[in-house]
């Protein structure tokens, strides 16, 4: 975990403070200042923004704060290096009766970072809601952000539901997601959709909510679409002792078992040589193990590409394979046995990707692909 933004700070016209400030975000590795500055501080700030490499956003609260209208924070922008730019809070200017969608036309080149919001105007009191509900201002705004070329760090601030609000913010997430891939077709997007009509499984087997893949019971789940070369990204968690794996290339559901690459998931490894987790199955197993213990979330990418086979878990690639080098069915290329009856040099380098059920209590979640 690294920070990327840090603020909102108010760096005042007192370059002994300012550097203070500075060097505690270089410390830490921080991208992005974003503060409400003394506009007659600007020529001060702009010279340690290009001597740290440091920048800042300036940042927007309703008003009557001061900068709550962009064409105040272009006047502070003005004649500056592109050090200095916008920390944009869309929602704030919702709350200072502005159109954020116009906001955003207005800072196009000097946009840093945004803060995120869907503000609800509706009743007496303007409240955060779940992007892209409420008056649905989201979707465009990221239109135009795409547009812009935006390439900074959107911040999730939902100010409501203070106990509780992380399936509002899993809400805010999906949105993001589903536009992003829209946007950016040739980027990633969801594996599956919302209601799994885009996979093939027995009713009641598998439940997505709230963005989570649970396993019920009742059979694996498969894709409906073939994917060749691709990145899969996904996390996973099990339950105590729990098996089950991430297929991918299966040519023939009919013949999953020997027309699947199975990436092991488990809370260790099932006993046998290659059934660890993050093991292609029966084939290789992992450099190392990073597992984290049953009940925690782990990270996962698996990355296919022509011949090559890598794995990355929690950060750490533990697998980098060559099916070309498993030649003879059922034989590994170090001279041991596997289970599959077809060569792994010789099956098809396109099929479906599928979530086993093996019978154990299992989670997926973040499942996104980027076809390649």
């Given at each position: 975990?690294?920070?990327?933004?840090?603020?909102?700070?108010?760096?005042?016209?007192?370059?002994?403070?300012?550097?203070?400030?500075?060097?505690?975000?270089?410390?830490?590795?921080?991208?992005?200042?974003?503060?409400?500055?003394?506009?007659?501080?600007?020529?001060?700030?702009?010279?340690?923004?290009?001597?740290?490499?440091?920048?800042?956003?300036?940042?927007?609260?309703?008003?009557?704060?001061?900068?709550?209208?962009?064409?105040?924070?272009?006047?502070?922008?003005?004649?500056?290096?592109?050090?200095?730019?916008?920390?944009?809070?869309?929602?704030?200017?919702?709350?200072?009766?502005?159109?954020?969608?116009?906001?955003?036309?207005?800072?196009?080149?000097?946009?840093?970072?945004?803060?995120?919001?869907?503000?609800?105007?509706?009743?007496?009191?303007?409240?955060?809601?779940?992007?892209?509900?409420?008056?649905?201002?989201?979707?465009?705004?990221?239109?135009?952000?795409?547009?812009?070329?935006?390439?900074?760090?959107?911040?999730?601030?939902?100010?409501?539901?203070?106990?509780?609000?992380?399936?509002?913010?899993?809400?805010?997430?999906?949105?993001?997601?589903?536009?992003?891939?829209?946007?950016?077709?040739?980027?990633?997007?969801?594996?599956?959709?919302?209601?799994?009509?885009?996979?093939?499984?027995?009713?009641?087997?598998?439940?997505?909510?709230?963005?989570?893949?649970?396993?019920?019971?009742?059979?694996?789940?498969?894709?409906?679409?073939?994917?060749a070369d691709f990145v899969l990204?996904?996390?996973?968690?099990?339950?105590?002792?729990?098996?089950?794996?991430?297929?991918?290339?299966?040519?023939?559901?009919?013949?999953?078992?020997?027309?699947?690459?199975?990436?092991?998931?488990?809370?260790?490894?099932?006993?046998?040589?290659?059934?660890?987790?993050?093991?292609?199955?029966?084939?290789?197993?992992?450099?190392?193990?990073?597992?984290?213990?049953?009940?925690?979330?782990?990270?996962?990418?698996?990355?296919?590409?022509?011949?090559?086979?890598?794995?990355?878990?929690?950060?750490?690639?533990?697998?980098?394979?060559?099916?070309?080098?498993?030649?003879?069915a059922g034989m590994n290329p170090?001279?041991?046995?596997?289970?599959?009856?077809?060569?792994?040099?010789?099956?098809?380098?396109?099929?479906?990707?599928?979530?086993?059920?093996?019978?154990?209590?299992?989670?997926?979640?973040?499942?996104?692909?980027?076809?390649?």
């Amino acid at each position: 975990m690294r920070l990327i933004n840090y603020g909102v700070e108010t760096l005042p016209n007192d370059e002994k403070a300012s550097r203070k400030i500075f060097d505690f975000a270089k410390d830490m590795g921080v991208e992005t200042i974003q503060a409400e500055p003394d506009e007659a501080s600007m020529e001060m700030l702009d010279k340690l923004c290009q001597e740290y490499k440091i920048g800042i956003g300036i940042h927007n609260h309703p008003k009557p704060s001061h900068y709550w209208d962009p064409d105040i924070v272009l006047a502070a922008c003005k004649g500056r290096s592109s050090w200095i730019g916008s920390c944009a809070d869309t929602g704030h200017w919702v709350r200072s009766g502005l159109d954020p969608l116009a906001c955003l036309k207005k800072l196009e080149g000097r946009i840093r970072s945004v803060h995120f919001k869907e503000i609800d105007t509706s009743g007496k009191e303007p409240v955060d809601a779940i992007w892209g509900r409420a008056q649905g201002r989201a979707g465009a705004q990221l239109e135009e952000l795409h547009r812009q070329g935006f390439k900074g760090v959107f911040a999730i601030e939902y100010e409501a539901d203070w106990e509780n609000n992380m399936p509002q913010i899993a809400g805010c997430i999906a949105f993001f997601n589903k536009k992003a891939g829209e946007l950016a077709a040739s980027g990633s997007k969801p594996l599956l959709s919302e209601d799994l009509s885009n996979a093939v499984l027995k009713a009641g087997s598998w439940r997505l909510a709230d963005g989570v893949l649970e396993r019920v019971g009742g059979g694996d789940l498969w894709t409906k679409q073939k994917y060749a070369d691709f990145v899969l990204d996904l996390d996973f968690k099990v339950s105590k002792g729990a098996n089950s794996g991430v297929f991918v290339r299966c040519s023939d559901l009919a013949d999953w078992i020997n027309t699947a690459i199975e990436i092991q998931v488990h809370e260790t490894t099932d006993g046998t040589k290659h059934g660890q987790c993050g093991a292609v199955y029966d084939i290789m197993s992992p450099s190392k193990n990073v597992t984290k213990p049953a009940g925690e979330w782990n990270s996962m990418q698996i990355t296919a590409q022509g011949p090559k086979l890598q794995v990355v878990m929690n950060g750490e690639k533990i697998v980098d394979i060559n099916l070309d080098n498993w030649t003879q069915a059922g034989m590994n290329p170090q001279g041991t046995r596997n289970k599959f009856k077809y060569a792994y040099k010789d099956i098809p380098r396109t099929g479906f990707i599928g979530f086993q059920d093996h019978g154990s209590a299992v989670w997926f979640r973040n499942i996104r692909i980027q076809e390649l």
